[in-house]
């Protein structure tokens, strides 16, 4: 990434605008920011951080403009710019943007103020964003694509000295999804078991990587693709033992079960991945899992289950035959439907 290259090469702008869904780069570049422009000695005097929906954005403008006590900079960061959006505060901070506007026309020479939001956009609309466009280093995070998600985790892998096999990246994608924390938790870890040999394979991700719920549901479901009752139940009773309630079981096969049914009719109708994420507002890479499950179930089999869903939903909530009995029963009924 370009910022972070400037970053490390000491190359830094006085103002920086970080936006976008993608919490984990924002996160990481902000880490960048103090580990690059701040020594440990100077992070208790020139360190600050700011909410806008708690403070004025006066305050922080304030130290900005006031001569670093000890060390070279400031780094200053406004969190939840909300004047940005076109959303309306929760609280009532009354912020002086026609200062804030002075301000970016002419920074601080010895400050580095950081404009931090997780908002998926900006109100392109407002003289202030298009001032703070203008004038800062911005970096949009958005979600990953499958193809960016890999690069990012060879990346992640080659940092260390190590290398990933394009199976083991297929394989970790699939068990730990798109999340960026959760990939860099699970690289960490592959990584420090892999310090002798310096490389990743499949056989590892496979014995060391640790499945969200999300993900065992989905893996759930793979087997009823393919008829492999006994892992199942396997993988239920394991949840089980997890103390992961029935509830909260069915309502995540619902929502698989939900999603097939919709990337489904999506197809149907001619839509591309990319479509079909963005109007079911999804990341692609769930998309395409769904849609290779979706081509092993006929409408009327998805419209069955989907019923059966229903109904063991009531009697879960009305305690009717048992929470586990009616959960079992569904996988069961689940075991007998004709599969594609």
Same mark, same amino acid.
């Given at each position: 990434?370009?910022?972070?290259?400037?970053?490390?090469?000491?190359?830094?702008?006085?103002?920086?605008?970080?936006?976008?869904?993608?919490?984990?780069?924002?996160?990481?570049?902000?880490?960048?920011? !103090?580990?690059?422009?701040?020594?440990?000695?100077?992070?208790? &005097?020139?360190?600050?951080?700011?909410?806008?929906?708690?403070?004025?954005?006066?305050?922080?403008?304030?130290?900005?403009?006031?001569?670093?006590?000890?060390?070279?900079?400031?780094? !200053?960061?406004?969190?939840?710019?909300?004047?940005?959006?076109?959303?309306?505060?929760?609280?009532?901070?009354?912020?002086?943007?026609?200062?804030?506007?002075?301000?970016?026309?002419?920074?601080?020479?010895?400050?580095?103020?950081?404009?931090?939001?997780?908002?998926?956009?900006?109100?392109?609309?407002?003289?202030?964003?298009?001032?703070?466009?203008?004038?800062?280093?911005?970096?949009?995070?958005?979600?990953?694509?499958?193809?960016?998600?890999?690069?990012?985790?060879?990346?992640?892998?080659?940092?260390?000295?190590?290398?990933?096999?394009?199976?083991?990246?297929?394989?970790?994608?699939?068990?730990?999804?798109?999340?960026?924390?959760?990939?860099?938790?699970?690289?960490?870890?592959?990584?420090?078991? !892999?310090?002798?040999?310096?490389?990743?394979?499949?056989?590892?991700?496979?014995?060391?990587?640790?499945?969200?719920?999300?993900?065992?549901? &989905?893996?759930?479901?793979?087997?009823?693709?393919?008829?492999?009752?006994?892992?199942?139940?396997?993988?239920?009773?394991?949840?089980?033992?997890?103390?992961?309630?029935?509830?909260?079981?069915?309502?995540?096969?619902?929502?698989?079960?939900?999603?097939?049914?919709?990337?489904?009719?999506?197809?149907?109708?001619?839509?591309?991945?990319?479509?079909?994420?963005?109007?079911?507002?999804?990341?692609?890479?769930?998309?395409?899992?769904?849609?290779?499950?979706?081509?092993?179930?006929?409408?009327?089999?998805?419209?069955?289950?989907?019923?059966?869903?229903?109904?063991?939903?009531?009697?879960?909530?009305?305690?009717?035959?048992?929470?586990?009995?009616?959960?079992?029963?569904?996988?069961?009924?689940?075991?007998?439907?004709?599969?594609?």
């Amino acid at each position: 990434m370009k910022l972070w290259e400037k970053i490390d090469r000491k190359q830094f702008s006085p103002l920086y605008l970080l936006y976008g869904t993608e919490s984990f780069i924002i996160n990481e570049t902000k880490q960048k920011l !103090v580990t690059n422009v701040l020594t440990e000695e100077e992070m208790d &005097f020139n360190l600050s951080v700011y909410d806008m929906e708690e403070t004025a954005i006066e305050e922080a403008l304030e130290d900005a403009e006031t001569f670093p006590f000890f060390g070279d900079r400031k780094l !200053v960061f406004i969190n939840n710019p909300i004047f940005l959006t076109s959303e309306k505060s929760k609280e009532k901070v009354e912020h002086n943007i026609k200062k804030l506007e002075s301000y970016l026309e002419a920074p601080s020479p010895y400050s580095i103020l950081v404009f931090a939001g997780y908002y998926e956009k900006l109100d392109e609309r407002k003289k202030i964003t298009k001032l703070l466009k203008k004038n800062a280093e911005v970096l949009e995070a958005k979600k990953l694509s499958e193809g960016e998600l890999r690069i990012w985790i060879k990346g992640r892998v080659e940092d260390k000295s190590q290398q990933i096999d394009e199976s083991a990246i297929d394989l970790i994608l699939s068990l730990v999804g798109p999340d960026l924390m959760n990939l860099h938790s699970e690289l960490e870890k592959l990584s420090l078991y !892999v310090e002798e040999t310096k490389k990743i394979t499949a056989e590892i991700v496979e014995r060391l990587t640790s499945r969200s719920l999300e993900q065992n549901i &989905f893996d759930l479901v793979d087997k009823v693709v393919h008829r492999k009752m006994e892992e199942v139940f396997r993988i239920y009773y394991d949840l089980r033992k997890q103390n992961e309630e029935p509830i909260k079981i069915l309502a995540l096969l619902a929502s698989q079960f939900r999603l097939i049914y919709q990337v489904k009719e999506l197809m149907k109708r001619g839509y591309g991945q990319q479509q079909i994420a963005s109007t079911l507002k999804t990341h692609p890479f769930r998309v395409k899992l769904a849609s290779g499950q979706a081509r092993s179930f006929t409408d009327q089999e998805l419209g069955e289950i989907i019923n059966l869903l229903a109904l063991t939903d009531e009697q879960l909530k009305t305690g009717g035959t048992g929470r586990e009995v009616s959960l079992e029963l569904f996988l069961l009924k689940l075991g007998h439907l004709k599969i594609s």
